[in-house]
């Protein structure tokens, strides 16, 4: 595929048509941050007490559901591992978070510091501090111990996003938004789920959309404008991104914290046929726009697989 400069884009197309005008997408999105963004400190109440007898994530979402070891548990112990697994999804939600501010950051130090383009991206960027916090505070909330990712992703997080080519970093951005997003999606309509959760998810959920739409677009164009080095780059990125993100998903010291043996559990994790498909149904909206505009393909594809995102 042919590289063409930034003013040679707007009559460009790809598998899902023409591109759109970087400036008018950002002018759409600053016109929606300013009428649908949120203060969590002010919109939802810390104060509250939670619950009694209800979960902290869907139990249908929970690691372990209709697995052997699930059936033997309590309720009470099912509950006390929804409440875990929910802090391990928001530490991983900050670390995700952290990485794609220090990405995006890095996208636009070239760009024209006064278009909506960059104006947009430092909308997101105050945006993920906000979540951020706001996962954090969850977190204390509940009760909880963060559960930050093993060392040796830590770390390797760092290398990839120092090499993380400009498609690698808004392809990471999706992987790490769009699947919890179908789980949040699934849990602010949930009134099993307490209620200060479901705000969380709710203020979440509205946000991020704004940032999938932004990141998708971005990514569709630099699909078409990177040359041939950088995109076969950003498949390779971005399938060992989806390996990192899909192993680091649940702490596996959740399972210690309630009680189970730790390596029966993830054993069982491993082999739920209803956990992997929990987990392909929340990647493939993510996966057919990777596949239709070139992201998947090659080791990439592979190391998609291995990840089990991608059936």
């Known amino acids: ?50 619950e009694d007898g209800k ?29 875990h697994e ?19 950051v890095r996208h636009i130090y070239d760009k024209p510091v006064v278009s909506n383009h960059v104006r947009y991206a430092l909308t997101e960027i105050a945006d993920e501090c906000r979540h951020s916090m706001m996962f954090g505070r969850m977190i204390t909330w509940g009760g909880s111990p963060c559960y930050p990712v093993p060392r040796r992703y830590h770390n390797l997080a760092r290398v990839l996003k120092t090499v993380s080519t400009t498609p690698g970093s808004f ?10 997003d179908w789980m949040q999606r ?30 998708r677009e971005e990514l569709r164009r630099q699909m078409v404008t990177a040359p041939r080095w950088e995109r076969e780059l950003t498949r390779v990125s971005c399938g060992e991104a989806a390996r990192v993100f899909s192993v680091c998903f649940v702490n596996p010291q959740v399972y210690e914290n309630v009680g189970l043996d730790r390596q029966e559990a993830v054993a069982q994790v491993k082999a739920s046929g209803h956990r992997a498909e929990v987990m392909q149904s929340g990647a493939k909206r993510l996966t057919d726009f990777f596949d239709d505009i070139g992201v998947l393909g090659g080791v990439g594809r592979r190391l998609w697989k291995n990840s089990g995102l991608l059936a």
């Open 1 to 50: 595929m042919t590289t063409v400069t930034e003013r040679d884009v707007q009559i460009l197309r790809d598998a899902l048509g023409p591109l759109r005008d970087r400036e008018q997408i950002a002018e759409r999105l600053l016109e929606a941050s300013a009428k649908h963004s949120f203060d969590p400190d002010k919109e939802l109440d810390w104060d509250s007490p939670a």
């Open 55 to 83: 979960w902290f994530w869907p139990p249908e979402l929970i690691s372990l559901y209709d697995t052997p070891m699930w059936k033997r548990m309590s309720q009470e112990q099912r509950q006390e591992l929804a409440r």
């Open 86 to 104: 929910a802090a391990s999804l928001a530490s991983l939600g900050i670390w995700f978070e952290i990485i794609l501010m220090q990405l995006l």
């Open 171 to 180: 392809a990471a951005t999706l992987l790490g938004e769009e699947i919890l």
């Open 186 to 215: 699934l849990t602010f309509p949930d009134e099993r789920v307490q209620t200060l959760v479901r705000g969380v998810t709710r203020i979440h959920v509205v946000e991020e959309a704004r940032h999938v739409r932004y990141a």
